[in-house]
């Protein structure tokens, strides 16, 4: 399994369960792989699974039924939109702003793409 | 669990390959034993399973002594060496031979890593082996003896690209809360998503044994600009900038661990090394 280098491992891990449900391959409600299911397939640690999973009921996205296992909450696929534009705004943005501001590129600029952008995606 | 107290080790009146080792190892995790040639990762290995008897100093694994090679502690320890030395006997004679030595030993789950690893289920003669399937077929048999210790000794040498993947997938699945895995290895690639905790050694001694969550809440793997920060443990040049290892001043916001750079700041700053992660107390 390739992980890249921009995340801890136990991230990247929680990245791919939320991709998951999202796409609802694990719907809210239903039953999940279990940590040492996840672990193998994924080729990692099962302590690593594990610290995924705590992340994520952390997050309220999974919620665990004591001797049964993990499941997504009824509510996963909005906790994950929240978490990820969180993410976005906060770590993904700033980022951007700053190849802008090396780069020389305003606002604007990136209005008339957005816009640009938007009307090409809604007439495909 | 494994407890070494105040262990050195010497080959007659030569220098030490160890000197006053002190470590401990839990259950339920998988650790990476990591050092330069020559750092005594083997002799290590060799110490734990009772196949060399320290100098000086205490080993204990599960409460008893390697060295007296007591049965319930043979019973509950596997030894994969890197060099592996199969007899010239069939296979099912070896494995009907080897596995009485072993009371957990489980068919089913041998013949699953056997399956795992793509190994023909008409092997003959093990000394007509290649390298390659020599270790598949000890590995697959290390973990089927379920020995709460596993230790393996460069086990992904000689194994091909896909039964590398295998093979973390296998070990992965292996660790029970009660087992306990050491790999030694300088392939850190093939396993940094396996082990959860490093052990290095250095210069005959032990510089760090710590589980790799407190390795990233502690220091910082990054690309730095050209103008490196005054704090910086370990810097290499890269195609963005330097990719150094630095202290981590905020535990909660951790980057993901470069084994191989974490080596490299380790035995280049060996003392900043030791103070950062100090030895736990007994």
Redesign the interface.
């Known amino acids: 399994m390739e992980f890249n280098d921009k995340q801890p491992i136990y991230l990247q891990i929680a990245d791919y369960v939320c991709e998951q449900i999202l796409q609802q391959a694990w719907p809210p409600g239903e039953r999940i792989p279990s940590v040492r299911d996840l672990g193998s397939s994924l080729e990692v640690n099962p302590n690593t699974a594990m610290r995924a999973f705590d992340y994520l009921q952390q997050q309220g996205i999974l919620f665990n039924k004591r001797g049964m296992g993990y499941y997504a909450a009824d509510d996963a696929p909005d906790q994950v939109r929240a978490m990820r534009r969180a993410r976005f705004l906060d770590v993904e943005l700033p980022d951007v702003f700053r190849t802008m501001t090396l780069l020389g590129i305003t606002i604007a600029d990136i209005e008339t793409r957005f816009t640009a952008f938007t009307q090409a995606t809604s007439a495909a | 669990m494994i407890n070494l107290d105040n262990v050195t080790f010497r080959y007659g009146r030569k220098q030490p390959v160890l000197q006053e080792l002190s470590i401990q190892l839990k259950p339920?995790?998988?650790y990476g034993l990591l050092g330069s040639n020559g750092a005594g990762k083997s002799s290590l290995m060799r110490l734990m399973a009772g196949l060399l008897y320290p100098t000086d100093g205490h080993i204990r694994v599960n409460g008893r002594e390697p060295r007296r090679r007591e049965p319930a502690f043979l019973e509950d320890l596997f030894f994969l060496p890197e060099d592996i030395d199969l007899p010239a006997i069939t296979f099912a004679r070896y494995v009907a031979t080897m596995r009485a030595f072993y009371p957990r030993f489980n068919d089913e789950q041998f013949r699953a890593y056997l399956r795992a690893f793509q190994l023909p289920s008409t092997i003959g003669w093990l000394d007509e082996l290649s390298l390659g399937q020599r270790k598949k077929f000890i590995i697959s048999f290390g973990l089927a003896t379920n020995t709460s210790v596993l230790l393996m000794d460069e086990p992904t040498n000689g194994l091909d690209i896909p039964s590398k993947?295998q093979f973390?997938?296998?070990v992965?699945?292996a660790?029970l809360p009660d087992r306990l895995v050491v790999i030694s290895t300088h392939q850190v690639r093939d396993l940094d998503?396996?082990?959860?905790a490093v052990v290095l050694l250095n210069d005959h001694e032990l510089l760090l044994n710590a589980p790799l969550?407190q390795v990233?809440q502690r220091l910082r793997?990054e690309i730095s600009g050209r103008d490196l920060p005054a704090d910086v443990l370990y810097a290499e040049p890269s195609l963005r900038g330097h990719a150094i290892v630095r202290e981590n001043v905020d535990a909660a916001d951790?980057?993901?661990?470069?084994l191989e750079r974490l080596f490299n700041a380790a035995i280049s700053s060996p003392q900043r090394m030791k103070t950062l992660f100090p030895a736990q107390k007994r």
């Open positions: 339920g995790h998988i993947a973390r997938k296998v992965s699945a660790l998503a396996l082990i959860d969550e990233s793997f951790d980057t993901p661990i470069d």
